[in-house]
Protein backbone atom coordinates (compact mmCIF):
# COMPACT_ATOMS: atom_id res chain seq x y z
CA UNK A 1 0.00 0.00 0.00
CA UNK A 2 3.02 2.56 0.89
CA UNK A 3 4.64 1.63 -2.29
CA UNK A 4 1.82 2.38 -4.38
CA UNK A 5 1.10 5.30 -2.82
CA UNK A 6 4.62 6.44 -3.40
CA UNK A 7 3.94 5.52 -7.09
CA UNK A 8 0.94 8.12 -6.89
CA UNK A 9 2.56 11.30 -5.37
CA UNK A 10 6.22 10.47 -6.38
CA UNK A 11 5.85 13.50 -8.89
CA UNK A 12 5.01 15.70 -5.98
CA UNK A 13 9.06 15.24 -5.31
CA UNK A 14 9.11 15.14 -1.55
CA UNK A 15 11.90 14.53 -0.23
CA UNK A 16 13.12 11.11 1.20
CA UNK A 17 10.42 9.32 -0.54
CA UNK A 18 12.66 8.02 -3.57
CA UNK A 19 13.65 5.47 -0.82
CA UNK A 20 10.81 3.47 -1.45
CA UNK A 21 12.29 3.05 -5.37
CA UNK A 22 14.88 0.52 -3.28
CA UNK A 23 14.34 -2.84 -2.73
CA UNK A 24 16.85 -3.53 -0.06
CA UNK A 25 14.76 -0.15 1.82
CA UNK A 26 11.65 -1.84 1.42
CA UNK A 27 13.07 -5.31 2.45
CA UNK A 28 14.51 -3.68 5.38
CA UNK A 29 11.60 -1.58 6.04
CA UNK A 30 9.17 -4.70 5.92
CA UNK A 31 11.22 -6.53 8.51
CA UNK A 32 10.54 -3.75 10.73
CA UNK A 33 7.36 -3.25 10.69
CA UNK A 34 6.30 -7.17 10.77
CA UNK A 35 8.90 -7.32 13.56
CA UNK A 36 7.55 -4.66 15.98
CA UNK A 37 3.44 -5.88 15.30
CA UNK A 38 4.86 -9.31 16.62
CA UNK A 39 6.26 -7.96 19.14
CA UNK A 40 3.88 -5.54 20.17
CA UNK A 41 0.85 -7.43 18.96
CA UNK A 42 1.86 -10.41 20.40
CA UNK A 43 1.53 -9.67 23.93
CA UNK A 44 -2.51 -9.01 23.48
CA UNK A 45 -3.29 -12.00 20.73
CA UNK A 46 -1.72 -14.10 23.70
CA UNK A 47 -3.54 -12.74 26.55
CA UNK A 48 -6.74 -13.27 24.18
CA UNK A 49 -5.35 -16.67 23.87
CA UNK A 50 -5.37 -17.19 27.38
CA UNK A 51 -9.02 -15.54 27.68
CA UNK A 52 -10.76 -17.82 26.16
CA UNK A 53 -8.89 -20.82 27.66
CA UNK A 54 -6.77 -21.50 24.16
CA UNK A 55 -3.82 -23.83 25.98
CA UNK A 56 -1.63 -26.70 24.68
CA UNK A 57 -2.97 -30.12 26.43
CA UNK A 58 0.24 -31.94 26.41
CA UNK A 59 0.14 -36.19 26.43
CA UNK A 60 2.49 -38.07 28.66
CA UNK A 61 5.21 -39.08 26.70
CA UNK A 62 8.09 -38.94 29.45
CA UNK A 63 9.51 -35.65 28.49
CA UNK A 64 11.61 -33.43 31.23
CA UNK A 65 9.50 -30.01 31.18
CA UNK A 66 6.40 -31.69 29.43
CA UNK A 67 3.74 -30.75 32.59
CA UNK A 68 4.99 -27.10 32.78
CA UNK A 69 4.22 -26.72 28.87
CA UNK A 70 0.69 -27.35 29.69
CA UNK A 71 -1.82 -24.61 29.45
CA UNK A 72 0.29 -22.88 27.33
CA UNK A 73 -1.47 -20.30 24.53
CA UNK A 74 -1.31 -22.56 21.38
CA UNK A 75 -2.57 -21.19 17.76
CA UNK A 76 0.14 -18.28 17.94
CA UNK A 77 0.31 -18.42 14.69
CA UNK A 78 -1.79 -15.91 14.18
CA UNK A 79 0.88 -13.77 15.28
CA UNK A 80 3.63 -14.56 12.56
CA UNK A 81 0.36 -14.40 9.78
CA UNK A 82 -1.10 -11.14 11.16
CA UNK A 83 2.63 -9.11 11.38
CA UNK A 84 3.93 -10.84 7.95
CA UNK A 85 0.66 -9.75 6.00
CA UNK A 86 0.59 -6.54 7.39
CA UNK A 87 3.84 -5.34 6.38
CA UNK A 88 3.59 -7.26 3.07
CA UNK A 89 0.56 -5.16 2.36
CA UNK A 90 2.27 -1.87 3.22
CA UNK A 91 5.87 -2.10 1.61
CA UNK A 92 5.03 -5.02 -0.82
CA UNK A 93 4.26 -4.08 -4.85
CA UNK A 94 0.88 -6.15 -4.43
CA UNK A 95 0.51 -5.93 -8.43
CA UNK A 96 3.50 -8.82 -8.48
CA UNK A 97 2.56 -12.14 -9.31
CA UNK A 98 5.10 -13.74 -6.81
CA UNK A 99 3.51 -11.61 -4.18
CA UNK A 100 0.01 -12.79 -4.58
CA UNK A 101 1.05 -16.20 -4.59
CA UNK A 102 2.94 -15.79 -1.41
CA UNK A 103 0.02 -14.13 0.17
CA UNK A 104 -2.15 -16.88 -1.09
CA UNK A 105 -0.09 -19.79 0.26
CA UNK A 106 0.25 -17.50 3.94
CA UNK A 107 -3.91 -17.61 3.99
CA UNK A 108 -3.92 -20.73 2.35
CA UNK A 109 -1.85 -22.62 4.71
CA UNK A 110 -2.74 -20.37 7.72
CA UNK A 111 -6.65 -21.76 7.13
CA UNK A 112 -5.56 -25.70 7.22
CA UNK A 113 -3.16 -25.48 10.19
CA UNK A 114 -6.72 -23.37 11.81
CA UNK A 115 -8.55 -25.87 10.78
CA UNK A 116 -6.66 -28.40 12.60
CA UNK A 117 -5.87 -26.39 15.93
CA UNK A 118 -9.65 -25.39 16.11
CA UNK A 119 -10.79 -29.05 16.03
CA UNK A 120 -7.99 -30.24 18.75
CA UNK A 121 -8.19 -27.22 20.98
CA UNK A 122 -11.97 -25.95 20.64
CA UNK A 123 -13.56 -29.14 20.13
CA UNK A 124 -11.13 -31.24 22.07
CA UNK A 125 -10.17 -33.89 19.42
CA UNK A 126 -6.72 -34.44 19.75
CA UNK A 127 -6.34 -35.94 16.46
CA UNK A 128 -7.16 -32.88 14.75
CA UNK A 129 -7.83 -32.42 10.44
CA UNK A 130 -7.06 -36.02 9.31
CA UNK A 131 -3.75 -36.49 7.55
CA UNK A 132 -5.55 -36.89 4.29
CA UNK A 133 -7.97 -33.92 4.59
CA UNK A 134 -4.30 -32.17 5.08
CA UNK A 135 -2.19 -33.57 2.10
CA UNK A 136 -5.85 -32.58 -0.23
CA UNK A 137 -5.14 -29.05 1.19
CA UNK A 138 -1.30 -28.71 0.51
CA UNK A 139 -1.57 -31.09 -2.41
CA UNK A 140 -4.32 -28.64 -4.00
CA UNK A 141 -2.06 -25.32 -2.88
CA UNK A 142 0.94 -27.05 -4.97
CA UNK A 143 -0.95 -27.67 -7.75
CA UNK A 144 -2.42 -23.99 -7.91
CA UNK A 145 1.26 -22.86 -7.71
CA UNK A 146 2.41 -25.24 -10.38
CA UNK A 147 -0.12 -24.03 -12.56
CA UNK A 148 0.68 -20.37 -12.04
CA UNK A 149 4.32 -21.31 -13.13
CA UNK A 150 3.61 -23.04 -16.22
CA UNK A 151 0.49 -20.97 -17.33
CA UNK A 152 0.50 -17.44 -15.65
CA UNK A 153 1.56 -14.63 -18.64
CA UNK A 154 3.42 -12.65 -16.18
CA UNK A 155 5.95 -15.16 -15.08
CA UNK A 156 6.87 -16.52 -18.52
CA UNK A 157 8.26 -19.21 -17.94
CA UNK A 158 9.45 -20.64 -21.50
CA UNK A 159 12.14 -23.09 -19.96
CA UNK A 160 11.74 -25.45 -17.31
CA UNK A 161 15.08 -24.93 -15.32
CA UNK A 162 15.87 -24.50 -12.12
CA UNK A 163 19.12 -24.18 -9.78
CA UNK A 164 21.27 -26.76 -8.57
CA UNK A 165 24.94 -26.56 -7.65
CA UNK A 166 28.27 -28.14 -8.91
CA UNK A 167 27.99 -28.17 -12.34
CA UNK A 168 28.33 -25.29 -14.93
CA UNK A 169 26.07 -22.38 -14.96
CA UNK A 170 23.84 -24.57 -11.80
CA UNK A 171 20.99 -25.14 -14.06
CA UNK A 172 19.07 -28.38 -14.17
CA UNK A 173 16.39 -28.25 -17.04
CA UNK A 174 13.53 -30.84 -15.90
CA UNK A 175 13.23 -32.40 -19.50
CA UNK A 176 16.69 -34.40 -18.88
CA UNK A 177 13.83 -36.73 -16.85
CA UNK A 178 11.54 -37.01 -19.19
CA UNK A 179 11.70 -40.85 -20.73
CA UNK A 180 10.05 -39.44 -24.07
CA UNK A 181 11.01 -36.76 -27.24
CA UNK A 182 9.18 -34.55 -29.39
CA UNK A 183 5.89 -32.99 -28.19
CA UNK A 184 5.09 -35.98 -25.92
CA UNK A 185 8.58 -35.37 -23.97
CA UNK A 186 7.41 -31.52 -23.64
CA UNK A 187 4.64 -32.30 -21.61
CA UNK A 188 6.22 -35.23 -19.78
CA UNK A 189 8.80 -32.11 -18.96
CA UNK A 190 6.08 -30.22 -17.32
CA UNK A 191 4.29 -32.84 -15.42
CA UNK A 192 7.29 -33.63 -13.65
CA UNK A 193 8.57 -30.22 -12.98
CA UNK A 194 4.59 -29.71 -11.24
CA UNK A 195 4.71 -32.89 -9.57
CA UNK A 196 7.72 -32.01 -8.37
CA UNK A 197 6.48 -28.72 -7.00
CA UNK A 198 3.45 -30.46 -5.01
CA UNK A 199 5.73 -32.52 -3.37
CA UNK A 200 8.36 -29.45 -2.63
CA UNK A 201 5.80 -27.43 -1.04
CA UNK A 202 3.27 -30.41 1.09
CA UNK A 203 6.89 -31.72 2.17
CA UNK A 204 8.36 -28.72 3.39
CA UNK A 205 5.08 -27.87 5.23
CA UNK A 206 5.36 -31.02 7.11
CA UNK A 207 8.74 -30.80 7.70
CA UNK A 208 8.19 -27.52 9.48
CA UNK A 209 5.53 -29.26 11.23
CA UNK A 210 7.37 -32.10 12.73
CA UNK A 211 10.04 -29.70 13.86
CA UNK A 212 8.10 -27.56 15.84
CA UNK A 213 8.44 -29.48 19.06
CA UNK A 214 10.49 -27.55 21.36
CA UNK A 215 10.30 -24.15 22.49
CA UNK A 216 11.90 -21.57 19.14
CA UNK A 217 13.27 -24.95 17.41
CA UNK A 218 10.60 -24.15 14.54
CA UNK A 219 11.02 -20.24 14.19
CA UNK A 220 14.26 -19.98 15.28
CA UNK A 221 15.30 -22.85 12.03
CA UNK A 222 12.92 -21.03 9.43
CA UNK A 223 13.71 -17.51 10.08
CA UNK A 224 17.42 -19.03 8.97
CA UNK A 225 16.15 -20.34 6.03
CA UNK A 226 14.17 -17.01 5.16
CA UNK A 227 16.72 -15.24 5.37
CA UNK A 228 18.70 -17.44 2.32
CA UNK A 229 16.05 -17.44 0.46
CA UNK A 230 15.60 -13.68 0.33
CA UNK A 231 19.06 -12.81 -0.18
CA UNK A 232 18.53 -15.49 -3.41
CA UNK A 233 15.72 -13.88 -4.21
CA UNK A 234 17.02 -10.44 -4.10
CA UNK A 235 20.34 -11.31 -6.19
CA UNK A 236 18.18 -13.42 -9.04
CA UNK A 237 15.88 -10.44 -9.18
CA UNK A 238 18.90 -7.64 -10.09
CA UNK A 239 20.43 -8.57 -13.99
CA UNK A 240 24.09 -6.92 -13.02
CA UNK A 241 23.99 -9.09 -9.53
CA UNK A 242 22.99 -12.73 -11.22
CA UNK A 243 25.01 -12.16 -14.40
CA UNK A 244 28.10 -11.04 -11.81
CA UNK A 245 27.44 -14.05 -9.17
CA UNK A 246 26.39 -16.52 -11.87
CA UNK A 247 22.73 -16.71 -10.96
CA UNK A 248 19.00 -17.55 -12.55
CA UNK A 249 18.07 -13.95 -13.93
CA UNK A 250 14.15 -13.73 -12.66
CA UNK A 251 12.83 -11.03 -13.71
CA UNK A 252 9.97 -9.51 -10.98
CA UNK A 253 11.57 -11.69 -8.20
CA UNK A 254 12.74 -9.05 -6.05
CA UNK A 255 9.65 -8.71 -4.41
CA UNK A 256 10.35 -12.69 -3.36
CA UNK A 257 13.45 -10.49 -1.05
CA UNK A 258 11.06 -8.04 0.33
CA UNK A 259 8.34 -10.79 1.40
CA UNK A 260 10.96 -13.11 3.00
CA UNK A 261 12.34 -9.98 4.99
CA UNK A 262 8.75 -9.60 6.14
CA UNK A 263 8.28 -13.27 7.05
CA UNK A 264 12.23 -12.74 9.23
CA UNK A 265 10.83 -10.27 11.20
CA UNK A 266 7.34 -12.26 11.75
CA UNK A 267 9.26 -14.71 13.38
CA UNK A 268 11.67 -13.17 15.07
CA UNK A 269 9.19 -10.92 16.37
CA UNK A 270 7.53 -14.60 17.55
CA UNK A 271 10.06 -15.49 18.90
CA UNK A 272 10.42 -13.05 22.05
CA UNK A 273 7.88 -14.90 22.98
CA UNK A 274 8.30 -18.52 21.88
CA UNK A 275 12.11 -18.89 23.60
CA UNK A 276 12.43 -21.29 26.42
CA UNK A 277 10.71 -20.80 28.54
CA UNK A 278 7.67 -20.20 25.71
CA UNK A 279 4.76 -18.04 26.66
CA UNK A 280 3.02 -19.37 23.71
CA UNK A 281 3.29 -21.73 20.79
CA UNK A 282 3.00 -21.30 17.23
CA UNK A 283 0.41 -24.65 16.62
CA UNK A 284 -0.05 -25.81 13.49
CA UNK A 285 -1.87 -22.28 12.28
CA UNK A 286 2.36 -21.12 12.29
CA UNK A 287 3.79 -24.54 11.42
CA UNK A 288 1.92 -25.42 8.14
CA UNK A 289 2.17 -21.75 7.17
CA UNK A 290 6.05 -21.21 7.58
CA UNK A 291 6.88 -24.31 5.81
CA UNK A 292 4.48 -23.59 3.62
CA UNK A 293 5.54 -19.76 2.59
CA UNK A 294 9.29 -21.31 2.50
CA UNK A 295 8.89 -23.90 -0.04
CA UNK A 296 6.11 -21.59 -2.48
CA UNK A 297 9.26 -19.01 -2.03
CA UNK A 298 11.89 -21.58 -3.33
CA UNK A 299 10.07 -22.78 -6.14
CA UNK A 300 9.36 -19.24 -7.12
CA UNK A 301 12.90 -18.43 -7.22
CA UNK A 302 13.91 -21.90 -8.95
CA UNK A 303 15.90 -22.54 -5.98
CA UNK A 304 13.51 -25.73 -4.97
CA UNK A 305 16.41 -28.56 -5.57
CA UNK A 306 18.50 -26.07 -2.86
CA UNK A 307 15.86 -27.82 -0.09
CA UNK A 308 17.11 -30.96 1.24
CA UNK A 309 20.31 -28.92 1.85
CA UNK A 310 18.92 -25.24 2.94
CA UNK A 311 16.27 -27.03 5.21
CA UNK A 312 18.36 -29.78 6.14
CA UNK A 313 16.51 -29.74 9.55
CA UNK A 314 13.58 -29.91 8.32
CA UNK A 315 14.72 -33.20 6.58
CA UNK A 316 16.25 -34.60 9.24
CA UNK A 317 13.22 -34.31 11.35
CA UNK A 318 11.14 -35.72 8.70
CA UNK A 319 13.34 -38.67 7.51
CA UNK A 320 13.58 -39.52 11.38
CA UNK A 321 10.13 -40.03 11.46
CA UNK A 322 9.58 -41.83 8.58
CA UNK A 323 12.40 -44.57 9.96
CA UNK A 324 10.91 -44.14 13.18
CA UNK A 325 7.97 -45.95 11.74
CA UNK A 326 9.36 -48.21 8.86
CA UNK A 327 11.58 -49.81 11.71
CA UNK A 328 8.72 -50.00 14.31
CA UNK A 329 6.66 -52.14 11.57
CA UNK A 330 9.67 -54.26 9.97
CA UNK A 331 10.74 -55.50 13.23
CA UNK A 332 6.86 -55.81 14.51
CA UNK A 333 6.26 -58.04 11.67
CA UNK A 334 9.32 -60.25 11.73
CA UNK A 335 10.01 -60.49 15.84
CA UNK A 336 5.98 -60.46 16.56
CA UNK A 337 7.26 -57.09 18.71
CA UNK A 338 8.12 -53.52 17.55
CA UNK A 339 11.35 -52.22 18.19
CA UNK A 340 12.84 -48.19 18.08
CA UNK A 341 15.05 -47.02 16.55
CA UNK A 342 15.12 -43.76 18.29
CA UNK A 343 14.14 -43.06 21.86
CA UNK A 344 11.82 -41.12 19.98
CA UNK A 345 10.65 -39.50 17.10
CA UNK A 346 11.18 -36.90 15.78
CA UNK A 347 14.35 -36.60 16.61
CA UNK A 348 14.85 -33.58 18.74
CA UNK A 349 13.14 -35.69 21.42
CA UNK A 350 15.57 -38.34 20.98
CA UNK A 351 18.19 -36.57 22.67
CA UNK A 352 15.72 -34.69 24.72
CA UNK A 353 15.33 -38.30 26.08
CA UNK A 354 18.54 -38.42 26.60
CA UNK A 355 18.80 -36.11 29.01
CA UNK A 356 19.95 -33.20 27.12
CA UNK A 357 18.09 -29.53 27.97
CA UNK A 358 15.84 -28.62 26.01
CA UNK A 359 17.50 -24.98 25.18
CA UNK A 360 20.46 -26.53 24.49
CA UNK A 361 18.91 -28.95 21.68
CA UNK A 362 17.15 -25.67 20.24
CA UNK A 363 21.00 -23.56 20.12
CA UNK A 364 22.36 -26.62 18.42
CA UNK A 365 19.57 -27.50 15.75
CA UNK A 366 19.86 -23.60 15.18
CA UNK A 367 23.68 -23.48 14.70
CA UNK A 368 23.60 -26.74 12.13
CA UNK A 369 20.55 -24.78 10.70
CA UNK A 370 23.21 -21.97 9.93
CA UNK A 371 25.98 -24.15 8.43
CA UNK A 372 23.37 -25.38 6.11
CA UNK A 373 22.56 -22.37 5.43
CA UNK A 374 26.48 -20.86 4.46
CA UNK A 375 27.13 -24.42 2.64
CA UNK A 376 23.79 -23.60 0.59
CA UNK A 377 24.87 -20.34 -0.38
CA UNK A 378 28.45 -21.50 -0.69
CA UNK A 379 27.99 -24.52 -2.84
CA UNK A 380 26.47 -21.83 -5.80
CA UNK A 381 30.00 -21.23 -6.41
CA UNK A 382 31.27 -24.89 -7.05
CA UNK A 383 31.28 -26.16 -10.13
Not at 252 to 273: K, R
Not at 325 to 338: A, L, P
Request: include cysteine; hydrophobic fraction near 50%; glycine fraction near 10%.
Amino acid sequence: MLYHIYNFIKEFDIPGLGLMNFLSFRAMLANVISMLIAFFAGKSIIKALQRHQIGETVRNLGLAGEGQKKGTPTMGGIIIILSMLISVLLVCDLSNIYVQLLVLTTVWCGAIGFADDYIKVIKHNKDGLSPKVKLIGQFSLGLVIALAMCFSPAIKMDEIVTTIPFVKAHEFDYSWLSPFSGQIGTYCSWGIYMLMIIIVIAACSNGANLTDGMDGLAAGTSAIVGIVIGVLAYLGGNLLNSDYLNIMYIPGSGEVAIFMSAFVGALLGFLWYNTYPAKVFMGDTGSLTIGGVIGVSAVLIRKELLLPILCGIFLIESVSVILQKFHFKRTKKKYGEGKRLFLMAPIHHHYQKKGIPEPMIVVRFWLVAILLAIGSLAMLKLR
